[in-house]
């Protein structure tokens, strides 16, 4: 893919083996969030997956810069390595993971130069897409996006004649009541699809200002699917009874949320697509 001279390349397939064994605890605390039950970050493989894709996509690019090594480089990969060391001591995992970002973007730095950091950038971030955020933080911001999809579904359920009020996180109904349990917050939708909003703004062919707005557009979007999901769960469970949205009706919601968001994504860059600039032509 890019132009290395045969030492280079060897000192790159060392440096990758080594890396592997250095960082090996981080991968096993990735793994692991990723399998877990009721996981925030099953996405995770298909981040590195796309990743490698985008990189590959742009191939032809990457062949015609030539290498201009950057012992800037070294300074990356050094506070990479103190980043893991320190996570790996106190067994902060999170940390680990982002410097090996760091550590990646460091080495690409050192071996091809800034031209080819700058070129390749997106690919390289977008594996931040993959490192899961530390329990704490995933728990007080569930909590919270609990709470507001609970008032928002109860404010719309009233509106359309189904009688509800919130307690906590439960939805009472006059003949049911719904508890937003944590899979339900939209946590889980909305980390995926700021992911997929990410990559579906790079493939875009938009400026960059509306490459970001598409990108930000991810986190209403999803956050109205969630809201729509409960409100149509709690429809059903006033209607054909708490059974009802149970099983595959809420299998089936968690399924139409993301279409929902999905169609969302495109309708926003449909109208930012409308107004092309000389840029984006």
């Not at 012992?71 to 680990?96: D, E, P, Q, R």
């Not at 728990?139 to 009688?163: D, E, H, P, R």
């Not at 699809?193 to 970001?212: D, I």
Request: positive net charge; hydrophobic residues 55%.
């Amino acid at each position: 893919m890019l132009r290395i001279k045969k030492e280079n390349a060897i000192k790159v397939g060392v440096i990758t083996a080594l890396l592997g064994v250095i960082y090996y605890p981080a991968f096993v605390w990735m793994y692991a969030r990723w399998n877990t039950a009721d996981t925030y970050y099953s996405h995770g493989p298909l981040v590195i997956i796309a990743s490698l894709f985008f990189l590959w996509n742009m191939k032809d690019e990457l062949v015609k810069i030539k290498p201009v090594p950057s012992n800037n480089g070294i300074i990356l990969m050094v506070i990479a390595l103190i980043m893991h060391i320190a996570g790996a001591l106190i067994k902060f995992y999170f940390a680990s993971a982002v410097s090996l970002v760091i550590m990646i973007i460091g080495i690409t730095l050192y071996f091809f130069g800034k031209k080819t950091v700058k070129e390749t950038q997106f690919p390289l971030l977008y594996l931040g897409f993959m490192i899961p955020a530390p329990l704490v933080i995933i728990s007080n911001i569930t909590i919270k996006m609990k709470l507001f999809a609970g008032s928002m579904a109860t404010v719309l359920l009233n509106k359309i004649g189904v009688q509800a009020i919130r307690d906590g996180s439960i939805i009472k109904m006059s003949r049911s009541y719904m508890e937003i349990e944590a899979p339900c917050s939209g946590l889980r939708s909305l980390i995926s699809l700021l992911a997929f909003g990410a990559a579906f703004a790079y493939m875009t062919r938009l400026s960059f200002l509306k490459k970001w707005i598409l990108f930000l557009a991810a986190l209403p979007i999803a956050i109205f699917a969630n809201v729509m999901r409960i409100v149509l769960l709690g429809w059903v469970s006033e209607v054909y009874g708490m059974e009802a949205a149970q099983g595959w009706v809420h299998d089936f919601s968690g399924y139409l949320l993301f279409a929902i968001a999905a169609l969302g994504m495109i309708v926003v860059n449909s109208l930012l697509a409308s107004n092309k600039t000389d840029e984006e032509r």
